[in-house]
Nanobody, 121 residues
């Protein structure tokens, strides 16, 4: 089995911080790009942050300067540090990884189950 398990979501006051974590398990040989997306009801899923295998990062304009994405290749984990949170950040956040699988060898895109971040104003 292969899966991404997210943690770290919850309720926080505006201006506060949260750190999301996503751990991959299963027969994953290596991980290419990692990212965090968010999706509100009735809206399309949108990219929040992305980090490539060599550490290059990209952020949505709405979170630049407030969120930081990082990765641990050995642990097959990706993190999202969220600072100075705003009510507009309230959403379900999804972890994403593009991975190389074993048995058989193949390239797949994986998604976490989603973790709810609620920012009170």
């Amino acid at each position: 089995q292969v899966q991404l398990v997210e943690s770290g979501g919850g309720l926080v006051q505006a201006g506060g911080s949260l750190r999301l974590s996503c751990a991959a398990s299963g027969s994953i040989y290596s991980v290419n790009d990692m990212g965090w997306y968010r999706q509100a009801p009735g809206k399309q899923r949108e990219l929040v942050a992305r980090i490539t295998s060599d550490g290059s990062t990209n952020y949505a304009d709405s979170v630049k300067g407030r969120f930081t994405i990082s990765r641990d290749n050995a642990k097959k984990m990706v993190y999202l540090q969220m600072n100075r949170l705003k009510a507009e950040d309230t959403d379900v956040y999804y972890c994403n990884m593009r991975v190389y699988m074993l048995s058989p060898y193949r390239y797949l895109e994986l998604w976490g189950q989603g973790t709810l971040v609620t920012v009170s104003s």
